[in-house]
């Protein structure tokens, strides 16, 4: 145990860089989105300044009328009146606006997640091909440790910090919706605290959480080519892992008029937008209706598809395994 955890560290060591300055570049990010919602804060208030209310017009949730909403300050209190066709009080509109809400944070999660999973797309094809590169590959094949080890530190490495990465960035951004929502002041920050009342951030992020490990197991086989790639090629690793599938899906469409290739890269890749939208939304003729506020990703964890999956990664690794062995040079 104590020889895998000095080879995650090798691997933090080497890779730190580039997950503290993807941490900076967010927060910077973030940072940003608060200077926006505090110029924005401003004009709401001069306007509840200078005409005492605010009106949203037309509320829908959800695709149901709810009416104008009418918003002002008396005092330190918040007054708030529906005028419409439905028969709802706040609290019911607070509710139901609670999801719609809960699907926006996870919207930027979503895109915290797509960074983040870019980003390891270099980490995957670089993981075996810069050990070959400086020839280092040698010097750790001489330490008293198998090669499943040294390639099972590369995986591991590479899945934990997709996972953890993502989490941590995920958190932080919620952390700053609050300070958002904070910055806003009254009387908006009172009725998003009722808002949020019904949403709850555990559930949110355990929900985030059992997404992270269906799409780390089913984006296994990705990461795994990409190392075999890098293990194999002279140069350019990400280069060739992902061009020269394209190039052989255009010219099989082009040679034989069959988009099959397209068919299998895309089914593979909205396969995980898919799982969210049947878990978070249904989708009613191109609109959102029904959103809910948590999902169930642990049964897309447990069936066939997680099967094949593996198999195919282990197909993939054994593979990977075979090709590291011959020490490939490069140049």
């Known amino acids: 145990m104590k020889p895998l955890i000095v080879l995650l560290k090798r691997e933090w060591l080497e890779w730190k860089r580039v997950v503290l300055g993807t941490i900076i570049i967010i927060t910077f ?32 949730i ?23 066709e439905a028969s709802k009080s706040v609290e019911q509109v607070m509710q139901g606006v609670a999801a719609p809400m ?17 980003l390891s797309l270099f980490y995957f094809s670089d993981a075996v091909y810069k050990e070959r590169a400086d ?6 094949r001489s330490l008293p440790l198998n090669d499943h080890m040294l390639l099972g530190s590369k995986i591991g ?31 908006f920050t009172s009725l998003a605290g009722l808002v949020l009342s019904h949403i709850s951030y555990l559930g949110l992020v ?8 269906f799409a780390a197991i089913h984006m296994a086989p990705l990461a795994l080519f990409l190392m075999l790639v890098g293990a194999y090629v002279k140069g350019r690793p ?72 593996v198999l195919v990664s282990g197909l993939l690794y054994y593979s990977l395994w075979l090709v590291y062995r011959k020490n490939i040079p490069t140049g």
């Open 29 to 60: 990010l973030n940072l940003l989105m608060l200077l926006s919602v505090s110029r924005g804060s401003e004009f709401f208030q001069d306007k509840l300044d200078r005409d005492g209310e605010i009106t949203l017009d037309d509320i829908k």
């Open 62 to 84: 959800n695709d149901e009328k709810i009416g104008d909403v009418n918003i002002r300050m008396n005092g330190h209190d918040v007054e708030v009146t529906i005028e419409g």
């Open 102 to 118: 809960a699907f926006g944070m996870r919207f930027g999660m979503m895109g915290t997640f797509g960074f983040v999973l870019f």
């Open 135 to 140: 020839s280092s590959t040698l010097f750790y």
């Open 157 to 187: 490495a590479g899945l934990i910090g997709v996972i953890g990465l993502t989490l941590f960035l995920s958190v932080e951004y919620l952390i700053f919706i609050r300070i958002a929502i904070w910055i806003v002041g009254e009387p």
């Open 206 to 213: 355990w929900d985030w959480f059992s997404y992270l490990l």
């Open 238 to 309: 990400l280069l060739i892992g992902i061009g020269a599938p394209i190039l052989i899906s255009i010219s099989w469409a082009i040679i034989f008029k069959s988009a099959a290739l397209f068919n299998i890269i895309g089914k593979f890749f909205w396969g995980f937008n898919q799982v969210l939208i049947d878990q978070w939304e249904m989708m009613e003729k191109g609109s959102f209706s029904d959103i809910q506020v948590y999902g169930s990703f642990w049964s897309y964890i447990f069936n066939v598809d997680t099967l094949i999956s």
